[in-house]
């Protein structure tokens, strides 16, 4: 069964450093694009970046130089690393898998970051 | 790319029929001639789940009364027959280029 599980949230002060991570099963994350997705409180969803076959990535203008996104193959795992956080990062992260050609087919059930101090 | 959807809030009545339109700034269609636009539901207190994508093509285990189409810019999702398993913020998001960008959602209830 393909399954999506994200963890890593937290309270966090702004200026810190967070990593989320979003552990695979079912299919190997290296194999297929993979996406972060977050959602502010009481607000609509947001790309955040994607990663692609070959290790191409893709970053929103708002994390772009703070967020770095990786997997590892070892582990099965995609992360988020997020430097720098600010109060406007406070969200529900979400993970999710697949390709234009396939939609973003499966979510992990996200992980809450709060950026405050 | 900017995304607009239509209307914000639909209440609807079971059994009933349900439209929501979703409009981009410039055209969604490939190269390839792949439509790129996905729908999505994000049911109450759950995560976003695919409904749609390139602009048609329904996703496993999706029923068959959601049902996508448009072409260029402008898009809609129709629902032939509301259940009250459907209420939940629908969005749309294009994938032709990154940034990926997502409509500002649909709140579908019942009335």
């Known amino acids: 069964e393909v399954q999506l599980v994200e963890s890593g949230g937290g309270l966090i002060q702004p200026g810190r450093s967070l990593r989320l991570s979003c552990a695979a099963s079912g299919f190997i994350v290296s194999s297929i694009p993979m996406t972060w997705v977050r959602q502010a409180p009481g607000k609509g969803l947001e790309w955040v970046s994607s990663?692609?076959?070959?290790?191409?990535?893709a970053y929103a203008d708002s994390v772009e130089g703070r967020f770095t996104i990786s997997t590892d193959s070892s582990k099965n795992t995609l992360y988020l690393q997020m430097n720098s956080l600010r109060a406007e990062d406070t969200a529900v992260y979400y993970c999710?898998?697949?390709?234009?050609?396939?939609?973003?087919?499966?979510w992990g059930q996200g992980t809450l970051v709060i950026v405050s101090s | 790319i900017v995304m607009t959807q239509s209307p914000l809030s639909l209440p609807v009545t079971p059994g009933e029929p349900a439209s929501i339109s979703c409009k981009s700034s410039?055209?969604?269609?490939?190269?390839?001639?792949?439509?790129?636009l996905d729908w999505y539901l994000q049911k109450p207190g759950q995560s976003p789940q695919l409904l749609i994508y390139?602009?048609?093509n329904r996703a496993s285990g999706v029923p068959d009364r959601f049902s996508g189409s448009g072409s260029g810019t402008n898009f809609t999702l129709k629902i032939s027959r509301v259940e009250a398993e459907d209420v939940g913020v629908y969005y749309c998001m294009q994938v032709l280029q990154t940034p990926l960008i997502f409509g500002g959602g649909t709140k579908v209830e019942i009335k």
């Open positions: 990663i692609y076959s070959g290790g191409r990535t």
């Open positions: 999710a898998r697949g390709s234009r050609s396939s939609g973003r087919d499966k």
């Open positions: 390139l602009g048609s």
């Open positions: 410039q055209s969604l269609l490939h190269s390839n001639g792949d439509t790129c």
